[in-house]
C-alpha cells in the first residue's frame, strides 16, 4: 500500500465501519501500515480494511503448508509417523525448535508439523517441504481456490534473500525493507510481493473460514490444522488481548524484518466464533516492538467485541 493512500474499509453497517476506521487510525499513529479482516464465522458480518492487499506472508503460510501435508496424511500418501532426519550443517535457519537444535535429530512427520505450528519452527517447515515441495502446495492450493494464497519458496529463502542484500547485518537488512517500501524496488527479494510466498487478508480469512468450517481438504485435517493452531505459544499479539477461561485462541503469527502478521480464530464459550487476519509492516528500525505487537492485540479485540452476536 502506498503510504499516502486512504485505506479501503470494508463493513457490513456503520457501527463496523467505524471499527475498521478506528483500528486503522490507531496503526497509522504508530506508523504501521497494513490489512486488517475479522469475520464472524457464523453470521458472516465483517470489518476491516485493504483486504485485498498482497503481502508477504513470513511464516503466516505454515498454516496452509500445514493443510496440504495433513491432505496428504489423510489420503495415505504420506505417514505421519514417518521419521525424518535433521542436520545441523543443512537446516534451515530459525530462533526456535529444531532450527536452534545442536545435534542430527531424528523427528516424525507428524511432530514436525506440531513443531512448525507450535513454535514457528523453520527447519521443521523446509523438512515438510523435501516431503511436499511448495510447487505441489502451491498447485493444491490452486486446486482448493484459495485465492491469492501462493506458496513460492521455502522459510530458509527470506534469510538466504537478507543476508544477500546485507550480508549478516540485519539491522541493515531491516533498513533496506522499510526504504524500498512504497516504491517497486525490492532489494530483498522475499520481500517482492511478486516473488514471495503472500497472500491477503481476505484469502487468509476465506482459508480460515473453510478450516473451521470443514469445507476444505477433509475433516481429519482441517480438525487437526485447528488443533495445533490451538497449542501456539506466542501471545504478544493477536492473544494478547483475547486471553480468558470462556475463550479459546488458536493462531499463528509471522514475524520477519519489519513484517508482523497473526491470523487466527477465537471460539468463545457463548459460541461466538471470529476469524482474525492482522498484516502489518512497521515504519521503523526496531527489531522489538511491543506497541506494535500491542497494537494488533487491541484490533483484535475490538473487531471480537463488535462482531459478537
Known amino acids: 500500500m502506498n503510504a499516502a ?3 479501503g474499509y470494508v463493513g457490513d453497517d456503520g457501527v463496523l465501519l467505524d471499527a475498521a476506521e478506528a483500528i486503522a487510525a490507531d496503526w497509522a499513529a504508530l506508523g504501521m501500515r497494513g490489512s486488517f479482516l475479522a469475520q464472524n464465522l457464523d ?3 465483517q470489518l476491516g480494511f485493504d483486504i485485498k492487499e498482497l503481502m508477504p506472508l513470513a511464516s503466516v503460510v505454515k498454516v496452509p503448508l500445514a493443510l496440504v501435508v495433513l491432505d496428504r496424511i489423510a489420503a495415505g500418501e504420506l505417514d505421519p ?3 525424518v532426519t535433521l542436520d545441523p550443517a543443512q537446516r534451515s535457519v530459525g530462533p526456535t525448535g529444531l532450527a536452534a537444535f545442536r545435534y542430527p535429530v531424528t523427528v516424525a512427520v507428524g511432530d514436525l508439523l506440531l513443531s512448525m505450528l507450535s513454535v514457528s519452527d523453520n527447519a521443521a517447515a523446509d523438512a515438510l517441504l523435501d516431503l511436499v515441495p511448495e510447487a505441489d502446495v502451491d498447485a493444491r492450493l490452486r486446486a482448493w481456490g484459495c485465492g491469492d494464497l501462493r506458496m513460492r519458496h521455502r522459510m530458509n529463502h527470506m534469510y538466504e534473500c537478507a543476508a544477500g542484500a546485507a550480508g549478516n547485518d540485519f539491522s541493515l537488512a531491516l ?3 522499510i526504504r524500498d517500501e512504497g516504491t517497486d524496488r525490492h532489494t530483498i527479494a522475499s520481500l517482492d510481493p511478486t516473488r514471495a510466498n503472500v497472500g491477503s487478508a481476505a484469502a487468509l480469512l476465506d482459508l480460515l473460514r473453510r478450516v473451521w468450517c470443514d469445507e476444505i481438504s477433509v475433516p481429519a485435517a482441517t480438525a487437526e490444522v485447528r488443533r495445533l493452531m490451538g497449542l501456539q505459544v506466542f501471545t ?11 475463550l479459546r485462541w488458536s493462531g499463528k503469527t509471522g514475524t520477519f524484518l519489519h513484517l508482523r502478521h497473526e491470523v487466527g480464530v477465537v471460539e468463545a464459550e457463548s459460541g ?3 476469524a482474525i487476519a492482522a498484516l502489518t509492516r512497521a515504519g521503523r528500525r526496531a527489531g522489538v516492538a511491543a506497541d506494535v505487537d500491542l497494537a494488533i492485540g487491541a484490533a483484535g479485540r475490538a473487531a471480537f467485541e463488535v462482531l459478537r452476536r
Do not use: Y
Open 272 to 274: 461466538d466464533r471470529v
Open 81 to 83: 509417523a514417518r521419521p
Open 175 to 177: 533498513e533496506l525493507a
Open 43 to 45: 453470521t458472516g458480518e
Open 236 to 246: 504478544q499479539r493477536l492473544a494478547s488481548e483475547l486471553r480468558a477461561d470462556t
Open 5 to 7: 493512500a486512504a485505506p
